[in-house]
């Protein structure tokens, strides 16, 4: 068994993980990690749950060190809306983490959730529960594999898992989280696009038995070809996050990738690693020395148990989201002060006068010490007020600049995207010509000229039986209906010269 890091929390006896987009949970006790059975409110448990990747938003950002520690949290909120161009008007949900570094500034990941986003997911759990002690954004729980020494922090790491209702590419160097970014091939998202592929919808509980059980690599024909063209472009999406991941981060190489799904491996990925990304990949199923019930178990649960074992020892050392905290302890709160202070109350009125006089002091002293508090608390609220006068000047400014750099982006931003349209989605002659010649040359059709103009061909061809031409037109109307406007021949004469007959075909791609 790993070794289990001791929990500031003494009520706590249990770890349960949740997932709260599939409603699925586990409960760790007695050593042994089991799917949980049902939700119920018990102190006894520490709850831990994490937020999908693209229901956040996340910085890195600078902070001097000559900042005072009471400063950073404020400091750290400012730049979140700064940086992440967060509306001033709305609350968020606002958590970071520090960078170690060496540098002359301190730097932060921020990491920015919506309280309506938590609300949908969370709050039926809350119902139940009354509390949510930890909730993590999904790519930090890859730390876990660094501080249980499961893989060494010596190298860069690029995690990629699909869940079911996302999927998301995170990067590591030298066991700190890096970058993480979301990709719209979530499980659910393949599996609509693999009816869309073949233009009807199958048995979703079919299709995820293939995929989990032969993957890549089945003996079904019209399940290989379509799972070969969408994990093609998943690869090459994921080659275009590494592309970045490298300039932007001066990265000479990512060491290793692991690949997994919260419904077990999918066979046949390492081929395509290699072949899109020149990468090799390992299943994303680690060691945890943890004894389940099940033969196999979502990674991210056997994680967020990591995670919670970590933050109980160290609240630093993860970003918390919840905006369900357990309640504090009875002597914490107002009703169990209330309660307290009652009984004090009608002890002291039982008792000797001397109790009067020194209840009378007890109180002069608590009024000192609340005096003084109250005058440290007005230094401290002057002096904040000060900052936020200063940082409200310093945001007009800034507005001021933001305006004229967005619409200097926007200027750039649509020429970039016509230079892209023309770069990506141009459409090669040379390959339609290839592809056209084939094809004729199957029907025994010559081509004597072509003519092209945008997207409209011409082709001039001759053939010893009219009826190829026919022949012709609706072989390529049927196979390439969706590429094709508009097909026609406009004209069919015969030579007599040379029993040849010659038509003009009119192409109109698309």
């Known amino acids: 068994m790993f070794s289990k890091k001791?929990?500031?929390?003494?009520?706590?006896?249990?770890?349960?993980?949740?997932?709260?987009?599939?409603?699925?949970?586990?409960?760790?006790?007695?050593d042994v990690f089991k799917p949980l059975d049902k939700l119920t409110y018990n102190t006894s448990n520490y709850i831990v749950s994490y937020v999908n990747n693209k229901e956040i938003i996340s910085t890195t950002v600078s902070i001097s060190r000559s900042i005072p520690e009471e400063d950073i949290a404020d400091i750290i909120d400012i730049k979140?809306?700064?940086?992440?161009?967060?509306?001033?008007?709305?609350?968020?949900?606002?958590?970071?983490?520090?960078?170690?570094?060496?540098?002359?500034?301190?730097?932060?990941?921020?990491?920015?959730?919506?309280?309506?986003?938590?609300?949908?997911?969370?709050?039926?759990?809350?119902?139940?529960?009354?509390?949510?002690?930890?909730?993590?954004?999904?790519?930090?729980?890859?730390?876990?594999?660094?501080?249980?020494?499961?893989?060494?922090?010596?190298?860069?790491h690029c995690f990629v898992y699909f869940t079911q209702n996302d999927a998301?590419?995170?990067?590591?160097?030298?066991?700190?989280?890096?970058?993480?970014?979301?990709?719209?091939f979530s499980l659910e998202q393949i599996y609509?696009?693999?009816?869309?592929?073949?233009?009807?919808?199958?048995?979703?509980?079919?299709?995820?038995?293939?995929?989990?059980?032969?993957?890549?690599?089945?003996?079904?024909?019209?399940?290989?070809?379509?799972?070969?063209?969408?994990?093609?472009?998943?690869?090459?999406?994921?080659?275009?996050?590494?592309?970045?991941?490298?300039?932007?981060?001066?990265?000479?190489?990512?060491?290793?990738?692991?690949?997994?799904?919260?419904?077990?491996?999918?066979?046949?990925?390492?081929?395509?690693?290699?072949?899109?990304?020149?990468?090799?990949?390992?299943?994303?199923?680690?060691?945890?020395?943890?004894?389940?019930e099940e033969w196999y178990t979502d990674q991210l649960q056997y994680l967020m148990l990591l995670s919670a074992l970590d933050y109980m020892e160290d609240e630093d050392s993860l970003v918390n989201l919840t905006m369900y905290p357990r309640p504090p302890s009875f002597v914490n709160r107002a009703s169990g002060q209330f309660i307290i202070s009652t009984f004090?109350?009608?002890?002291?009125?039982?008792?000797?006068?001397?109790?009067?006089?020194?209840?009378?002091?007890?109180?002069?002293?608590?009024?000192?010490?609340?005096?003084?508090?109250?005058?440290?608390?007005?230094?401290?609220?002057?002096?904040?007020?000060?900052i936020l006068s200063e940082k409200k000047s310093q945001i007009k400014v800034l507005d001021e600049k933001i305006k004229v750099l967005s619409d200097t982006y926007d200027g750039k931003s649509k020429t970039l995207s016509a230079i892209y349209d023309k770069k990506v989605n141009y459409r090669l002659k040379s390959e339609t010509f290839h592809t056209i010649a084939e094809e004729l040359d199957k029907f025994e059709v010559n081509v004597e000229s072509i003519k092209s103009d945008v997207d409209t061909l011409w082709l001039s061809m001759a053939s010893t039986d009219d009826r190829k031409f026919t022949e012709v037109i609706k072989y390529m109307s049927d196979t390439h209906f969706d590429e094709i406007n508009e097909i026609d021949i406009e004209r069919i004469q015969k030579d007599p010269a040379s029993n040849y007959y010659r038509g003009l075909l009119k192409v109109e791609l698309k």
């Not at 500031?8 to 949970?25: E, I, M």
């Open 192 to 292: 609509d696009k693999y009816c869309a592929s073949i233009g009807e919808k199958v048995d979703e509980k079919e299709f995820y038995t293939i995929l989990e059980s032969e993957g890549l690599k089945t003996t079904n024909n019209d399940y290989q070809q379509n799972f070969m063209k969408i994990f093609a472009e998943v690869f090459i999406t994921i080659n275009d996050i590494i592309i970045y991941a490298k300039r932007a981060f001066n990265l000479d190489t990512i060491d290793q990738m692991f690949i997994g799904s919260e419904r077990g491996p999918i066979i046949g990925l390492d081929d395509y690693s290699q072949n899109y990304l020149g990468l090799h990949s390992s299943d994303f199923n680690f060691n945890y020395n943890v004894t389940s």
């Open 344 to 386: 004090a109350a009608v002890s002291l009125s039982l008792a000797y006068p001397l109790v009067y006089l020194v209840g009378s002091y007890v109180n002069d002293a608590k009024i000192y010490a609340l005096t003084m508090e109250n005058n440290k608390l007005t230094t401290e609220s002057n002096k904040y007020k000060k």
């Open 80 to 156: 979140a809306y700064e940086e992440l161009g967060l509306d001033q008007a709305n609350t968020y949900i606002i958590s970071s983490i520090e960078v170690h570094t060496d540098g002359e500034e301190r730097q932060f990941h921020i990491f920015v959730a919506e309280p309506e986003s938590l609300d949908e997911h969370y709050l039926p759990i809350k119902e139940q529960t009354k509390y949510v002690d930890l909730i993590v954004p999904a790519p930090l729980l890859y730390k876990a594999l660094y501080t249980r020494e499961i893989l060494q922090d010596n190298n860069t």
């Open 6 to 30: 001791s929990s500031s929390k003494s009520t706590v006896k249990n770890v349960v993980t949740l997932n709260a987009y599939t409603d699925t949970g586990y409960a760790f006790k007695n």
């Open 168 to 184: 998301h590419v995170t990067i590591y160097e030298n066991g700190q989280y890096l970058y993480a970014k979301s990709i719209e």
